[in-house]
């Protein structure tokens, strides 16, 4: 993936509706959803929808297809996968960096009584 496509990819994402519109959509898998179905799911205006689509159809991150009156929507596995591998293939040095075990959030530390 060039840096020009993961810029565009990850200013499509960089917005709370779309990044929710892909993230349902990689959850559906190759089938994907119909826009009705994501509206729905998501309760989002269509017209509202339709921009978010676009965005995310610009920079490669979905498809559309129609199947008799719905329009299909589903994600570009190949370029999403291509993003991750962009962000990560310099991770570390080349050397494993996956955690030893599960991580735990950060606890907050409570002051001691003066």
């Not at 709370?16 to 519109?21: E, H």
């Not at 978010?52 to 159809?57: E, N, Q, T």
């Not at 559309?64 to 991750?84: C, D, H, K, P, Q």
Request: proline share 5%; glycine share 8%; charged share 20%.
């Amino acid at each position: 993936m060039e840096k020009t496509d993961a810029v565009a990819a990850l200013a499509a994402l960089a917005q709370d509706n779309r990044l929710d519109v892909f993230r349902l959509l990689v959850q559906a898998g190759p089938e994907g959803l119909t826009a009705g179905a994501v509206a729905e799911a998501l309760d989002l205006a269509p017209n509202t929808l339709t921009f978010h689509f676009d965005r995310l159809r610009m920079a490669g991150l979905a498809t559309v297809r129609r199947e008799g009156r719905s329009m299909i929507y589903a994600a570009r596995f190949e370029t999403m996968n291509a993003l991750v591998g962009f962000l990560t293939e310099n991770c570390c040095g080349g050397a494993s960096c996956a955690p030893a075990g599960p991580s735990k959030p950060a606890r907050k530390r409570s002051q001691a009584p003066a």
